[in-house]
């Protein structure tokens, strides 16, 4: 459950933090919680996005602001599976009940909860916004009534306006089409070519820059790309394209590398086994030799709809976090050295240079466990790091000074407009109690059961 305002997020981050540091112990500031906090009660709750968060009574969501205040009572007719509505550019998607279960229709609300007619009568689907930008299905005749159909996607801004050059016609299609969220970095998302089911990149006006060409794509960030295509042998592999479209760095790579950030992307060195994680600089050249296990997807782009958590749950909710490799923040990254060492988690340089050795289990917030059952998560609109363990969760800065103190048997998430959620066992009664904090660690807002 993981929103834009990125830079304000980051430069408010990043003051607050310092100033908290003066407070600080060496194990972070301890999470306090005043006894007049706000109080929402809810079924579900997500996470804030543009200032607010959803929240569900009785099957019906509703939003409330960073300070728990009630902006949109739960009224909404919103059907999202274990995930959960929220907003962009000042509105949000609600998908409502169709004519079976597997047909939602869709409509956009603002703000105060009321429906913007910016969708045409023949709309059937639409993607969240993603700056100013939102991709909409249209059909010549209603789904249920044709096997095949003609199909119409194309992209509108907040006004619903159609963006010129966007449209694409499928003729005669069998099945509804899957709509391709937006999802905008350095000014690019990756978009798809629906007839040839290839991906290309779109700008803010939703024409392809960069023609549909690949299998797979990943976000832009620092100029590069990383895409999936074919080699002379046949066999599919990852490279980079730079801003034009040129292949930056050949195709050689088995698995998606991670996205560039301080000059750094992250690959997996297929030579070795059990597969190791190194870093690529800008040129393709090993710029920090293979140090930590492999351990899953390794971009931020198309991470799955977090999961809403359930008020008043005995066990962990296990939305979906990024595996390793994190990528690097103020020209530092987290790594292991399980061969080396297998008792440090180590902050490295640009070069692979140890910076600092956070020593487990000696340092308590680390824990008890070796470094590779540890699950490191960041988000692009803050500057901190959660470390994910089963004995808790630990906030954390780029160098891996302690912000927050461990949440012993509960977790923490990243921060979003100021506020990250956190749930805590109850030992007595044998719950999570959930809440969130601002950057303080200070208690704002209480979610609670409906009484």
């Not at 710029?287 to 749950?313: C, E, H």
Request: aromatic fraction near 10%; glycine fraction near 8%.
């Amino acid at each position: 459950m993981f929103c834009a305002k990125i830079l304000r997020s980051f430069s408010v981050a990043l003051m607050l933090i310092s100033i908290t540091f003066v407070k600080m112990t060496a194990q972070g500031t301890a999470i306090s919680l005043p006894p007049n906090m706000p109080t929402v009660r809810a079924q579900y709750v997500g996470e804030f996005h543009d200032g607010l968060c959803a929240f569900s009574l009785d099957s019906r969501w509703g939003f409330f602001d960073i300070d728990g205040q009630i902006v949109i009572p739960p009224v909404l007719d919103h059907v999202a599976g274990n995930g959960y509505p929220s907003f962009h550019d000042g509105l949000c998607l609600i998908r409502t009940p169709g004519l079976t279960s597997t047909d939602p229709r869709v409509r956009f609300v603002d703000t105060r909860g009321s429906t913007v007619p910016i969708l045409g009568p023949r709309v059937i689907d639409a993607t969240q916004f993603s700056q100013g930008l939102a991709f909409v299905l249209e059909v010549d005749e209603p789904a249920h009534s044709a096997d095949h159909a003609v199909y119409h996607i194309y992209a509108i801004n907040t006004k619903g306006v159609e963006l010129s050059g966007s449209r694409q016609t499928l003729s005669n299609h069998t099945g509804r089409p899957v709509l391709h969220q937006p999802l905008f970095h350095d000014g690019l998302s990756v978009a798809q070519d629906y007839k040839t089911h290839l991906f290309g990149y779109i700008d803010t006006t939703g024409v392809f820059v960069i023609q549909p060409s690949y299998v797979e794509a990943g976000i832009y960030s620092e100029h590069f790309a990383a895409v999936r295509s074919a080699v002379s042998s046949g066999e599919l592999r990852w490279g980079f394209i730079d801003r034009s479209g040129r292949m930056a760095i050949e195709p050689r790579y088995e698995h998606q590398p991670g996205h560039f950030s301080s000059g750094r992307a992250g690959f997996v060195f297929d030579a070795a086994e059990p597969h190791m994680i190194g870093y690529l600089d800008t040129l393709g050249e090993v710029a920090i030799y293979p140090r930590n296990s492999f351990n899953g997807s390794m971009d931020l782009a198309g991470q799955p709809t977090a999961r809403a958590w359930k008020v008043g749950s005995s066990v962990i909710d296990d939305s979906p976090i990024l595996a390793h490799p994190v990528p690097f923040m103020n020209r530092q990254v987290f790594a292991f050295n399980p061969v080396a060492d297998p008792n440090d988690l180590l902050v490295l340089n640009t070069t692979g240079g140890v910076v600092r050795r956070l020593r487990n289990p000696t340092t308590a917030w680390v824990g008890d466990l070796r470094p590779w059952q540890i699950i490191i998560q960041t988000a692009l609109d803050d500057s901190l790091h959660v470390i994910h363990h089963e004995k808790g969760n630990t906030l954390v800065t780029y160098n891996g000074t302690p912000v927050i103190a461990r949440v012993n048997q509960g977790c923490i998430r990243t921060f979003r407009s100021g506020r990250a959620f956190v749930a805590q066992y109850d030992e007595g009664a044998l719950v999570y109690r959930t809440f969130f904090i601002d950057l303080s660690g200070t208690g704002r807002i209480e979610i609670k059961r409906p009484d």
